[in-house]
């Protein structure tokens, strides 16, 4: 494999996934954004497409059920299902942080009731985590609770931005489990809750930058009763497991910004090779000509920090420093990139008649979930000031 290239079997897959990708889940954009039925049917067509194409759940290891692709050859994969925001459910690797977080904590039981269904695509999962009374960037501070009566957890609390929750099978509830005199990194536990059991219940869809309604919901937990054997991971270890899921979490996430940041880039170069205005192809004026190259400096820098912080995690070393460098730094890359295609396209980027308008809204998500610029930056920097050797290039 060459520095930033995949290939052989990677190469390969790469190739039929950008058809996949490109040719028939993009087309069928405006229909998946619609959240109705029609728009159910197409992403099941999808769904079976890519099952028969063999570029299903690509990511999952092979033991539970998924093609085993490496951490790191699948950036590859993953940016160019990143293209549409819809191409991890086309292609099942929606589920994947989740199912993984099941194959490394769950109980035998709980892998062998969840894990298939994530797997084939059948079950969707949610996690509860964030709340609106509390900084959802400080996990520890969560106010939702689970009492452990006899052989049931009782939990009360109130999430939100718990997304996909409507369609989700369960939900991963993160909830105070232990005593007040407990160290709050330990207080913490992650619960398994069906999300047809009493009490739990969605409030609503949450309103956001242009999505009414969107797929991000707020939840209420009123004596929510589920078996204590719904613990995930050890009492008291939710941060851990919370962590794990959230790292390389962050990784995919930066992953899928590559491919909808080259997308954009595409559109640019092209609109400004077919512009004409003021004497000349806007391809020809200095400033755009800016634009194109500091938007392919960005994604490459971006791009090779994704693939450092995959090699890392791959390695099986700390890459807690490799991955908040990139989570700030690609959440910047694709809001500039994007914004810069939107500057060339001119009044036609802001209509609906392109997707770069709604392209630019998912953009700026990005700068605060999984923990926003903000605190990334001051986590690395603590890192890196309290060990130099931390530096990536160390």
Known sequence: MTANRPE???AELCTRMRSFIDDEVVPLEPVLSRHD????????????????LELWALGHPEEIGGAGVPFLDFVYLNEIIGRSEFGQLAVGSVSMQDALMLHRHGTDEQRHRWIPGLVSGEILPSVGMTEPEVAGSDPILVRTTAILDGNHWIINGHKWFTTGAREAGYCTVFARTEPEATALHRSISAIIVPTDTPGFEIVRSIPTMGHDPSDHYEVRYTDVRVPATNLLGARGNGFVVAQDRLGPGRIFHAMRWLGQAQRAFEMMCARADERFAHGSLLSEKGEIQRYVA????EIQASRLMT???ARVMDS???ARVQIGLVK?????????????????????GLTADTPLERMYRQARYARIYDGPDEVHRMSTARRILRDGERAPWK
């Open 37 to 52: 039925d029609e728009a159910v049917a197409a992403l099941t067509r999808l769904k079976s497409s890519a099952k028969g």
């Open 294 to 297: 500091e938007s392919a400096a």
């Open 307 to 309: 693939l450092d912080a």
């Open 8 to 10: 052989g079997r990677v």
């Open 316 to 318: 099986g070393e700390d």
């Open 328 to 348: 700030f730094w690609g959440a910047r890359m694709l809001h500039n990139v994007v914004d810069r295609a939107i500057q060339v396209h001119g009044a036609l």
